[in-house]
């Protein structure tokens, strides 16, 4: 799962997995119109909805896409008032999420799963490609903020998932669930697509052209993603906020790569440390030691199922938001794993 996450990071597509909470609408479609074949009134099929989708929720698993979808789908149900707008839900389903989970905002699923539902509130496309290039444009600071990379085929593989993911995974997914476990055959033959479509997903995450840049200034973030609505938006001198995007872009690519302080930062890594030392400007970047864990013999039941190591999830990463992508030089202090080791 964790390569899953990490692919999907790569290739730019992991806010499609933060709006995954949509299959609790189609869900609820389906049942509105399988009801309304046996003449169930509107009224009925709503307090039927508005029922078993808490169950649901806890069924699948709480996640933080699923709890904002369904929030919101119970505001609708519950406030069906003529002039009430979509986007008053959104706030009003943020408010209650937030008082169930302080901490929603301050994680990626998060301000994903909220601001990009908020953009399909907000906003209207009559074509695909213009709403895959809006919601990339306005999910990109936040991903920078965080995973500090983008790849260049970031909006094309976006304008070819966003239509598998609605029109084939999703109905898979639902189908596998409902009538999987009366028709074994059917399960299978819907895992099995689901693991190729996985595969496919890894193999597009090893395509050459990820750009590490960096991770982007909370307050840039949070300025370039209301530039990027008001841009979207339309009426306030749209060339001037879309040069202001520009140049913001610009000078963070900037400040990240070219810094005008050097610094030296020890890594914790388990059992091993690690050293940077960079210069202004990143004119040499130096590594002593690459830290590392000893390995004991131990039984199987004692062995960790993750594979990412303190490397990745720390030195690595941090790296990455520096904007590092090469290292002048390795110093080594002596052959121990814990100083060679990964």
Request: proline share 4%; aromatic share 10%; net charge positive.
């Amino acid at each position: 799962m964790n390569e899953t996450v990490k692919a999907v990071q790569k290739i730019g597509i992991i806010h499609l997995f933060c709006l995954s909470g949509l299959h609790v609408s189609v869900l609820c479609s389906l049942v509105r119109q399988l009801l309304s074949i046996f003449n169930i009134t509107r009224e009925r099929i709503n307090l039927i909805q508005i029922v078993t989708l808490p169950a649901f929720w806890i069924i699948g698993g709480q996640s933080t896409s699923l709890t904002r979808a369904v929030i919101m789908l119970e505001l609708g149900l519950l406030f069906r008032i003529d002039g009430i707008k979509t986007h008053d839900v959104w706030s009003l389903g943020l408010l209650i999420h937030t008082f169930m989970a302080p901490g929603i905002l301050l994680n990626l699923g998060g301000q994903l799963s909220y601001l990009l539902s908020f953009a399909l509130c907000r906003f209207k496309w009559t074509k695909i490609w213009r709403q895959t290039v809006d919601l990339n444009l306005v999910s990109l600071p936040v991903l920078l903020n965080t995973t500090y990379q983008v790849h260049y085929l970031t909006t094309l593989l976006n304008y070819i998932m966003i239509p598998l993911f609605s029109w084939v995974i999703l109905p898979v997914t639902l189908l596998c669930a409902v009538i999987g476990p009366r028709i074994p055959l059917i399960m299978k033959v819907c895992n099995q697509g689901l693991i190729v479509h996985q595969k496919i997903v890894h193999c597009l995450s090893e395509i050459p052209g990820l750009i590490v840049f960096g991770k982007m200034p909370d307050w840039l973030c949070i300025g370039l993603v209301i530039c990027t609505l008001i841009w979207r938006e339309g009426e306030f001198a749209p060339t001037l906020v879309r040069k202001t995007i520009i140049l913001g872009y610009i000078l963070g690519f900037l400040w990240i790569h070219f810094p005008i302080h050097g610094e030296v930062t020890f890594f914790d890594i388990g059992q091993g440390d690690s050293i940077l030392i960079r210069e202004p400007f990143n004119r040499t970047v130096c590594l002593i030691d690459t830290g590392g864990q000893l390995h004991f013999k131990t039984p199987s039941w004692q062995k960790r199922i993750t594979t990412t190591d303190g490397s990745q999830k720390i030195s690595i990463n941090y790296l990455k938001s520096k904007g590092i992508t090469t290292i002048d030089a390795v110093l080594l202090s002596h052959s121990d794993e814990d100083h060679i080791g990964f």
